[in-house]
């Protein structure tokens, strides 16, 4: 009689580990996704750490995921394990393929991501808006500290910049312009203004605008995309991972931007 195959339990994410150590645990898992393979010399370039505590650190990941690599003498290398499950979320192809995009345009240093040899990478640069640095620390300190910032603002609607007192409390992006979330003195009411539309911020001043009446933001609505039959299944794979119903949740407040 045939025995069963043996099944091994794929590793799932450990909790309770220091921040370091996550950290670099993080990246044994990272490199040995995407790369195949990962040695101490990986680690303490990267993190600046001793040959011992690398040598830690990947028995550390060996206890955690006994399956997921084996060791190579030949070249004193970890290597991917054809049953290779990935052990954190941080390895996921999302996250590569973001985080390979971020390096080329120079949003994160290579030093800093967890890519070591990256393949041959391109991308079609879009025409981003420019956006003041202190206009965004600007607007940061004012959601965080709860504050009204007095701005001149260039609307769609006019030729002439207008001087506003706005109560901002959110951030949000359409995927192409980032914009703030606001109470808006001069119109009283709740409204989004593009970041790169304030030309500048005259000043900050104490607010008492409540910001869980802007019931437009906090009603979150339910997205709903399907494929329209018969949709060709070739057409429908280049919006989604997979020929099916869509669920997503976004805010009232931008629903302009996703159905246009």
Not at 40 to 69: C, W
Not at 96 to 101: G, I, M, R, V
Not at 161 to 177: Q, T
Not at 209 to 220: G, I, L, M, P, R
Request: charged share 25%; aromatic share 10%; with cysteine.
């Amino acid at each position: 009689m045939e025995e069963p195959p043996v099944t091994t339990p794929e590793p799932t994410e450990p909790k309770g580990l220091s921040w370091g150590l996550e950290s670099r645990l993080q990246f044994i898992d990272f490199r040995l996704r995407w790369e195949r393979r990962i040695n101490r010399m990986d680690l303490t370039e990267h993190f600046g750490i001793s040959v011992p505590q690398a040598s830690l650190d990947i028995a550390k990941y060996t206890e955690l995921a006994p399956s997921n690599l084996t060791y190579d003498r030949s070249s004193k290398t970890y290597t991917a394990a054809p049953v290779f499950h990935p052990l954190y979320q941080r390895s996921s192809a999302q996250r590569y393929l973001a985080e390979l995009l971020a390096t080329k345009m120079g949003v994160v240093e290579s030093a800093a991501s967890f890519i070591g040899s990256a393949p041959e990478t391109d991308w079609a640069p879009s025409p981003w808006r420019t956006i003041n640095e202190q206009t965004v620390e600007s607007v940061v300190r004012a959601i965080r500290q709860q504050e009204a910032i007095r701005v001149s603002y260039q609307s769609m609607t006019s030729l002439n910049e207008s001087i506003r007192l706005l109560s901002p409390h959110a951030l949000g992006n359409d995927g192409f312009r980032w914009h703030v979330r606001a109470f808006c003195h001069k119109r009283q009411r709740f409204s989004d203004f593009v970041l790169a539309r304030i030309l500048r911020i005259d000043g900050f001043e104490p607010s008492q605008v409540d910001f869980s009446q802007d019931a437009h933001w906090h009603n979150v609505l339910i997205l709903v995309l399907a494929p329209i039959c018969p949709q060709p299944r070739n057409e429908f794979l280049n919006w989604t991972t997979a020929w099916k119903t869509e669920r997503s949740n976004f805010h009232a407040a931008k629903r302009f931007c996703i159905t246009r």
